[in-house]
């Protein structure tokens, strides 16, 4: 069986499994421990970084790779488009997405949990001690802005990302007016890694991330409460419901959905 090596709220990461779960292929999840795991996963294939793909006895690294490495190992239900315009559309928007929703996600998220504490503490996973929980909500404003500061985080950088955010999202939402998915009438891996990389800007509906249910549907406020990016969010969840399998042992509701760690 396929070995995924990941962090469950890292959207590199889920990319890869929505990627997996399109194309109908089983994996197991192996959780990366920041730290020792990353250890662990650089004697294993020279690099820290999540995703990692185990196939056999071969380690693909980099959430495109793994995606490239996919298509040719395992050709049913293709992600990139023979035709050349397509195919050049397709690599065109997974590129930038990586680049800009991946990255500048990042960054708003950071920005919301800083200024929300209930927010920052629904994010800890329901193992966590309730001590632990309190802990972390009672974190100060002042203290993480400190720490954004730190890791390269500071007010105008964030600005700048949710600004350039906001843009990705209006482009996003003119593409689909009047087309089922970015490139055309089928889905490619354009659509596949925008719907991944965006959960941090907006978690969706369903039981498909193993993080608390309280933050389902949940994001960063000003993105993800815009009603001018309504269409966008409904999309991405349209594909998660088509597409994306829900954790074993759990059932969708109905109406979930219609019919500074160094990440690649």
């Not at 890292?10 to 421990?33: A, F, H, N, P």
């Not at 802990?135 to 890791?151: A, R, W």
């Not at 939402?173 to 490619?188: I, M, Q, R, W």
């Amino acid at each position: 069986m396929l070995e995924l090596y990941q962090w469950e709220l890292s959207q590199y990461s889920e990319k890869v499994r929505l990627i997996l779960d399109y194309k109908g292929l089983e994996y197991r999840k192996i959780e990366v421990t920041p730290g020792i795991g990353q250890i662990e996963l650089f004697r294993l294939t020279g690099q820290q970084q999540v995703p990692v793909l185990k196939d056999g006895n071969q380690y693909i690294a980099d959430s495109t790779a793994i995606a490239k490495y996919l298509d040719l190992k395992y050709p049913e239900r293709p992600l990139i488009p023979t035709d050349p315009k397509k195919r050049g559309l397709t690599l065109l928007i997974e590129e930038w997405a990586d680049e800009s929703i991946g990255i500048k996600g990042r960054k708003a998220l950071f920005s919301a949990i800083s200024q929300d504490q209930n927010f920052r503490k629904s994010l800890l996973p329901t193992s966590t001690p309730d001590i632990f929980k309190s802990l972390v909500q009672g974190v100060p404003s002042d203290f993480l802005t400190v720490l954004g500061f730190g890791v390269g985080y500071s007010p105008d950088v964030i600005k700048s990302a949710i600004a350039d955010l906001k843009q990705d999202l209006e482009a996003l939402t003119l593409l689909l007016a009047d087309s089922p998915y970015l490139t055309g009438d089928e889905p490619t891996l354009a659509d596949l890694a925008v719907a991944g990389l965006s959960i941090l800007l907006k978690f969706p509906d369903g039981p498909y991330l193993d993080l608390p249910a309280s933050i389902r549907g949940k994001g960063v406020p000003i993105l993800a409460d815009n009603p001018d990016y309504e269409r966008f969010f409904s999309w991405r969840d349209r594909l998660y419901a088509q597409f994306r399998k829900p954790l074993p042992g759990v059932t969708p509701r109905v109406g979930d959905a219609p019919t500074s760690i160094p990440i690649e």
